[in-house]
């Protein structure tokens, strides 16, 4: 199983050169960023954690595409990855050409993360009704993959999202990322997972005995092929045991938490999260 990690990169944490070239030597698979544009002061969204006062590092994310893009110009095989994009607050058409850009300049290393998001004040400021964020991810999820295609690809949404027939260069490796969803299990999460996903990023990868087997149901019954469903359990703090479970479960990868801090905390972290390797 790979073990890939996530940290939540900031103005005053490690910055993505030095942990990207630390993650690669010590033979850890990926980096997945998380993404907030902003997060507004007023703010009646609870923390979906339940800390109450939402944490520092939340307001200041670094650009996940910028901080990547540095981490792939020093590494060579580090995994890439988002987790997750706030699909819904891109325009697409934009989003699409970051994200084949990426994937190009990194050799095909990037994965998209795909999330429908929690702060219903960051999304207003972005323009989404709220209501409507998940079927506005599927639209232009939908949308950036006729901009991948092959041939030249229009596409008509139903959220104003519309592209006509377009060259639009570069491809991701393969026509497109490697893409999972976050959230949590559900019937409108699987369906969007088995429409446009390769698989499932569940936070903290709690209950997957039950929930795992009802999304290869829905999987299946999309018409997607039984071994290429993924399940990336994501921002983990891991113990032996809990990993030998995921294992078990037939997950190929794993992705653990890092904390926020500067550079000695987080390289000593990753010095304790080594013995997993």
């Known amino acids: 199983m790979r073990?890939?990690?996530?940290?939540?990169?900031?103005?005053?944490?490690?910055?993505?050169?030095r942990l990207a070239r630390e993650l690669e030597q010590r033979g850890f698979a990926g980096l997945y960023l998380?993404?907030?544009?902003?997060i507004p002061v007023s703010r009646d969204t609870p923390d979906p954690a339940g800390r109450g006062e939402l944490p520092r590092e939340y307001g200041r994310t670094l650009d996940p595409f910028v901080a990547l893009g540095q981490a792939a110009a020093v590494t060579e095989r580090l995994h890439l990855g988002t987790g997750i994009t706030l699909v819904a607050e891109h325009d697409p058409i934009a989003l699409a050409k970051q994200i084949a850009t990426l994937d190009h300049l990194s050799g095909g290393r990037f994965t998209l993360g795909v999330g429908f998001g929690w702060n219903r004040e960051e999304a207003a400021d972005h323009g989404v009704d709220w209501p409507t964020r998940r079927e506005r991810t599927r639209d232009a999820m939908h949308l950036m993959r006729a901009l991948w295609a092959a041939e030249p690809t229009s596409y008509e949404g139903a959220f104003g999202h519309s592209v006509r027939a377009s060259h639009a260069w570069p491809k991701p490796l393969g026509g497109a990322?490697?893409?999972?969803?976050?959230?949590a299990a559900g019937p409108r999460l699987f369906a969007h997972i088995a429409d446009y996903a390769d698989g499932w990023m569940p936070i903290g990868g709690r209950g997957l005995t039950e929930t795992v087997p009802v999304l290869r149901e829905v999987w299946e019954r999309a018409g997607r092929d039984p071994k290429a469903l993924r399940?990336?359990?994501?921002?983990?703090?891991?113990?032996?045991?809990?990993?030998?479970?995921?294992?078990?479960l037939g997950c190929e990868e794993v992705v653990l938490q890092l904390p926020p801090g500067r550079e000695a905390e987080v390289l000593g972290v990753l010095d304790e999260y080594a013995a997993y390797l």
């Open 231 to 248: 399940v990336v359990p994501y921002a983990v703090l891991p113990s032996p045991g809990k990993l030998a479970h995921y294992e078990e």
């Open 3 to 17: 073990i890939s990690t996530t940290i939540f990169l900031t103005d005053e944490t490690i910055g993505p050169v």
């Open 34 to 38: 998380p993404e907030h544009t902003h």
């Open 177 to 183: 990322p490697r893409t999972f969803v976050g959230g």
